[in-house]
């Protein structure tokens, strides 16, 4: 394949080896922690049922042949030098291939996209356009079409992010209990199966309720646990090599696949959902790049993971094919091949390398929640960041219990790791799966290839994840149920919340308020203006929302500067600070009517700032001072409704700009480079101070200096954050689906969901108005 082509598409960074290096370092305690505990289970999943092992060791070898060139094939070649060069800028993961695909073509179902966010930097398209006529540009001209295919493309990532979920699951559950399965060897075996379910129950519950204090807080523990445990596996693989078999390596031919399926027939397809276990955990090392480079995860992997783990399956296959009587299929394990001087030391570390494998999984259903969460596929949850510095760190309470509920009930209901590992098999290949077929559009699509390149891809690594996906689904009585009916749930989950969302934003579309109508109601709109910034929610991105309208005939009186903001979630990862608002007028400028839309990348961090307040008025301002009517084209973007919008960064990205002070807050000594607007006059009350720090040039003309003493003034008055709260429910005359999927299902996750993050952090008044939407 064209290795060389797509890394000029995807050039990697240019950073110093002693950052790579370091970078490779940390990514060993994050990345690396599932991936290097599946010799724990591999082996003994394996020869739990379906096969046994016999005296010409073809078995023993031929599982050795699969593992080594699963290895190779799945994370070495796919992995790390293919998959890992489709990032979007910099992050990746199963949206994040969704994400790419729907910059390049337009297949988003995203309700409020805006041509507008086009010219985000990082809303880019690498490498050059195919031609008009090539099959790339018909294949995309396909996609962008049909509606249905945007909803297949959908629920094809959707499919991938509940596998994860329910990876999330079942890993803590299959690595903890693998973990404790030592103590096997340490006392009889019908009291050890009393002993291993308690101490890998309270193991769980200890590795979850240390999640609310965040990784960066033990994070520096990882990478030292993992490498000590590599290290150990590899010792005691080397150790059983020469020890017990030096000539194992032969066994890496795949010829031994061949004598190994040709004598084992349908138990060998069937035992490949065992084998499959040794790649656990290397979707990680693409959902995890944006924490890391793809040097340092190549160099990680490549030179200290891949080694060690093939030393590991190597020594125990050694150990195996010189000990053929053993006592029963339940030793035939990790702990079985380790010297017993060195076996309750090497007990010790593999449960402290279990739970940091389980950590990086845990997280990683956080981060794909809230990215679900950011595109509108998941109802809202609360999301704490754990870290200041990292914001990829987040605590997701009510997932991080339900995650451990459902991992107790999982390692108490099955009690052993043969229908654990069945079930953990089946998800990890089906979230292969997905990755392969998205990354064959991501060839053509994005990376503007030949089509033929894009089969060969999915043909080659899609019937390898076939066959073992067959294996895995063989089983699905035997614990190979339980991922499917995770999925299940949270695929309904996802639909029902993404259907009722996008069935809400078409009636605020179909419903919107006319300018025109706002024109006939005059400078004051009818009624009183009073004091203060009303900040009014809205879903949509152009025109006037209908619950302005029943503000309007029922309030009385209205805020003398009304902002209508809506906070929207674009297809890129982040979004620059420099170009988080866009910010324009509705109606003419006597009004004081603005529109605002605050921008947020898919991983950034969601109005979790308490200067949010602060920079949605400063972006207000900076708009006044810097409106020309005879700009039309520096910094701005037309909309519907005849709206001209201007990108505005935050208060912190535009320091030449605009600077808001408040209360006590110490202004910056006069040097020349700014000037206060006007001192606000004493009042018979004491209110907070607000003053604008304006830059000394270019000059602002009297109507603009006006504006901003108006804005300032209604400032220092306080502000009110009007909330509609909707009530959605089916239009008569729809189908029963339609009625159980609105009435029931989306108005109970509505209920029971978070409520929107901005109104904990404007600290403002709230006022809400309930509307019933029939849609």
């Not at 035939?332 to 060195?342: A, L, M, T």
């Not at 654990?420 to 994005?446: H, K, P, Q, R, W």
Request: with cysteine; glycine share 6%; aromatic share 10%.
């Amino acid at each position: 394949m064209d290795l060389e082509g797509w890394s000029r598409v995807n050039p990697i960074k240019k950073e110093s080896w002693r950052t790579v290096l370091t970078l490779a370092y940390q990514s060993l305690g994050v990345v690396y922690g599932d991936l290097s505990t599946s010799p724990l289970y591999v082996y003994k999943s394996t020869f739990a049922e379906d096969i046994q092992h016999s005296e010409s060791n073809e078995e023993i070898y031929g599982v050795l042949s699969f593992v080594f060139w699963t290895l190779t094939l799945i994370p070495l070649l796919k992995y790390v030098f293919i998959v890992i060069r489709a990032d979007d800028n910099g992050e990746g993961g199963t949206f994040a291939l969704y994400s790419l695909l729907c910059r390049h073509a337009r297949v988003s179902t995203l309700p409020n996209c805006q041509l507008a966010d086009e010219e985000l930097s990082e809303y880019k398209k690498d490498g050059i356009p195919p031609p008009r006529k090539s099959l790339g540009s018909s294949l995309r001209s396909t996609l962008e079409k049909h509606t249905i295919l945007h909803r297949v493309l959908l629920a094809l990532a959707l499919i991938g992010t509940c596998m994860v979920i329910g990876d999330g699951v079942l890993t803590p559950a299959i690595s903890v209990f693998s973990a404790v399965s030592g103590l096997e060897l340490s006392m009889a075996k019908e009291r050890h199966q009393y002993v291993e379910v308690p101490v890998a129950c309270l193991i769980l519950v200890f590795l979850f309720a240390l999640q609310h204090y965040g990784t960066h807080r033990v994070g520096f523990l990882f990478a030292p646990i993992v490498i000590t445990w590599l290290s150990c596996i590899s010792a005691i693989g080397l150790y059983n090599i020469l020890r017990w078999n030096p000539h194992v390596y032969k066994a890496l031919s795949p010829y031994y696949i061949y004598k190994f399926l040709k004598k084992t027939q349908r138990g060998g397809w069937m035992s490949l959902g065992g084998i499959l276990l040794c790649i656990t955990g290397s979707e990680a090392m693409f959902a995890d790049l944006g924490h890391f480079s793809q040097l340092s995860i190549r160099i990680a992997f490549t030179f200290v993971v891949y080694p060690s783990l093939i030393l590991a399956y190597m020594g125990q296959a050694a150990y195996l094919s010189k000990h053929h009587t053993v006592e029963s299929d339940y030793r035939i394990g990790f702990y079985v091949s380790v010297p017993e001087k060195i076996r309750w030391p090497v007990l010790g570390i593999a449960i402290l390398a279990a739970v940091v494998g389980s950590q990086a999984i845990i997280t990683g259903t956080f981060s794909i929640i809230k990215q679900c969460s950011a595109l509108g596929c998941f109802p809202r949850v609360k999301i704490v960041h754990t870290s200041s510095k990292i914001h990829g760190q987040i605590y997701i309470p009510e997932i991080n219990w339900i995650l451990m509920i459902l991992c107790l009930a999982v390692t108490v209901g099955f009690r052993n790791t043969k229908h654990i590992s069945n079930a953990s098999g089946l998800a990890v290949i089906t979230v292969m799966l997905v990755t392969t077929c998205l990354m064959s559009l991501v060839i053509v699509l994005c990376w503007h290839k030949s089509i033929f390149l894009a089969i060969c891809f999915i043909l080659f690594f899609g019937s390898i994840e076939a066959l073992y996906f067959s294996a895995s689904l063989i089983k699905f009585l035997e614990g190979a149920w339980v991922p499917v009916a995770l999925s299940f749930i949270f695929l309904v989950i996802m639909y029902v919340w993404h259907y009722g969302t996008l069935k809400k934003y078409e009636f605020d579309v179909q419903n919107k308020i006319s300018l025109d109508w706002l024109l006939t109601l005059g400078p004051h709109l009818g009624i009183v203006r009073v004091h203060g910034i009303g900040v009014v929610h809205t879903e949509l991105v152009s025109g006037i929302p209908a619950i302005f309208s029943h503000f309007v005939t029922n309030l009385p009186a209205f805020h003398q500067v009304l902002i209508f903001l809506c906070v929207k979630s674009v297809p890129v990862p982040h979004v620059r600070p420099e170009e988080r608002f866009l910010v324009g007028r509705i109606g003419p400028k006597e009004y004081r009517l603005y529109r605002c839309i605050a921008r947020y990348g898919y991983r950034d961090v969601h109005m979790d700032d308490v200067e949010f307040e602060k920079d949605l008025i400063c972006s207000i301002a900076e708009f006044i001072r810097s409106d020309r009517p005879e700009l039309d084209s520096v910094g701005r973007v037309e909309l519907e409704d005849d709206e001209r919008m201007t990108v505005v960064g935050t208060a912190l990205s535009n320091l030449e700009g605009i600077r808001l002070c408040e209360g006590n807050e110490a202004s910056p000594e006069p040097d020349g480079s700014t000037l206060e607007l006007q001192e606000i006059r004493p009042q018979e009350k004491p209110r907070k101070r607000v003053r604008f720090l304006l830059p000394e040039s270019p000059q602002i003309d009297a109507s603009a200096r006006e504006e901003l003493q108006e804005l300032m003034e209604a400032r220092e008055s306080g502000m009110a954050f009007i909330l509609g709260h909707s009530y959605v429910r089916a239009k008569r005359g729809s189908g029963l689906m339609k009625r159980i999927v609105i009435n029931c299902g989306y108005d109970f996750l509505r209920r029971n969901s978070r409520i929107p993050t901005y109104e904990f952090t404007i600290q403002a008044s709230t006022l809400e108005v309930g509307m019933i939407y029939h849609v």
